[in-house]
């Protein structure tokens, strides 16, 4: 049920024009959105599905609305603010996919060129020759988890040419450029083809050229056990509906593909930056949202993106994600320079979270 609700809602949305949005509820009311925006937020905690979420709207120039309802910190009476730092999961996807393509741009990695000539210790696959470009669009047959219990790790690695051999001799679900299979282990090689080319770890090339310039302060790789201010605790929500304690993973095997922490308004930071051209050449934003035209379920994913919406005047590209104690959001809706943002530290309340960051984004 939640899925059809779930589709009617982004139908709905993408069916607006931007003419529309000039009789929307914001039209020169931002206290309004704002009261609509915490009525939003409220009713998806009093839902059940989520211990805490932190969400945040930008458009006009500016952070039109940040907030966050419910807990941080359950158990220490900690309330979700924007200041929480929570789990973004795939989002990080997007934010690797900018990254290599930073480095396309500058003639440092041909998106054409097989993997190999990045990672040579990757095994050469008897379906077909991988490269970098089918690693962006999740076509190279590399696959995702086999099973919940392996992308539930607990094991420390210590680099990522470690977390490779994870999988990297497992077999691949069919000819590299000729089937969708989203894989975050596809991100993960381009997260190692990213250090190779560049000379840096991930982190440190995310927080040069990525996270600094678009001011997103309170951004980072999530490290074991490291202490971080305002950092949200991790929850899930069980079979029967009960919020409780999740399971404190190990990220250190996914890190380009889900291993970075960070705000609802360092994320609306991003978006902003990706638009206003301080990540990329506008010529490259849309190279990556070119539509591969492999078949698959839903909506079609590009270079790091699922492109929600291509219709002329309402183009809006976006990422989901979930893992342990997380469930995020994010919208960039390209024509109306608007962002929109949600963070949730509850596992399994994903689809009410897409639900209410679409009807966030209905109010701009």
């Known amino acids: 049920m939640k899925n059809k609700i779930k589709w009617a809602i982004l139908g709905a949305f993408c069916s607006l024009t931007i003419a ?33 979420i932190s969400g ?17 910190d359950r158990e220490a009476g900690t309330p979700m603010t924007t200041n929480s730092v929570l789990r973004i999961a795939s ?18 990695i041909d998106l054409d060129e097989p993997i190999q000539a990045y990672v040579p210790q990757f095994p050469i696959k008897p379906e077909g020759t991988i490269t970098v470009r089918h690693l962006l669009t999740h076509t190279s047959g590399i696959r995702h988890y086999q099973g919940t219990r392996d992308g539930f ?32 282990y596809g991100y993960v090689l381009l997260g190692a083809i990213l250090e190779k080319v560049s000379g840096m770890t991930y982190e440190h090339y995310m927080q040069k050229h990525i996270w600094g310039p678009a001011g997103m302060l309170s951004t980072s790789v999530e490290h074991k056990d490291d202490q971080v201010d305002h950092k949200s605790r991790l929850y899930r929500i069980s079979k029967k509906r009960k919020l409780k304690k999740d399971l404190n993973t190990n990220l250190s095997m996914k ?22 051209g301080k990540l990329l050449k506008p010529e490259t934003l ?11 379920e839903g909506n079609p994913y590009g270079m790091g993106w699922f492109l929600y919406s291509t219709a002329p005047g309402n183009r809006i590209i976006g990422h989901s994600g979930s893992q342990a104690g997380a469930s995020s959001q994010l919208l960039i809706l390209l024509d109306k320079k608007a962002v929109v943002t949600c963070l949730s530290n509850t596992r399994g309340g994903w689809n009410d979270l897409f639900d209410l960051t679409w009807r966030l984004a209905g109010l701009f």
Not at 271 to 276: I, N, P
Not at 286 to 296: A, C, E, F, V, Y
């Open 20 to 52: 529309s949005a000039q009789s929307s509820l914001m039209v020169n009311d931002v206290r309004m959105l704002a009261l609509k925006a915490d009525s939003l937020l409220e009713k998806s905690i009093m839902l059940g599905d989520h211990v805490g």
């Open 56 to 72: 945040g709207i930008y458009g006009d120039g500016q952070v039109l609305w940040a907030n966050g309802a419910g807990w941080s």
């Open 91 to 108: 989002i990080t996807k997007s934010m690797t996919a900018v990254g290599i393509m930073q480095l396309a741009e500058k003639g440092m």
């Open 153 to 184: 790790s607990r094991r420390q690695y210590p680099d990522l040419p470690a977390a490779l051999k994870r999988f990297q001799d497992r077999d691949l679900a069919g000819e590299p450029g000729k089937v969708y299979q989203y894989s975050t």
């Open 255 to 276: 890190i380009p593909g889900g291993g970075v922490q960070s705000t609802a308004e360092d994320l609306l930071h991003f978006g902003e930056a990706l638009m206003a």
């Open 286 to 296: 849309n190279l990556m949202l070119t539509d591969p035209g492999i078949r698959k």
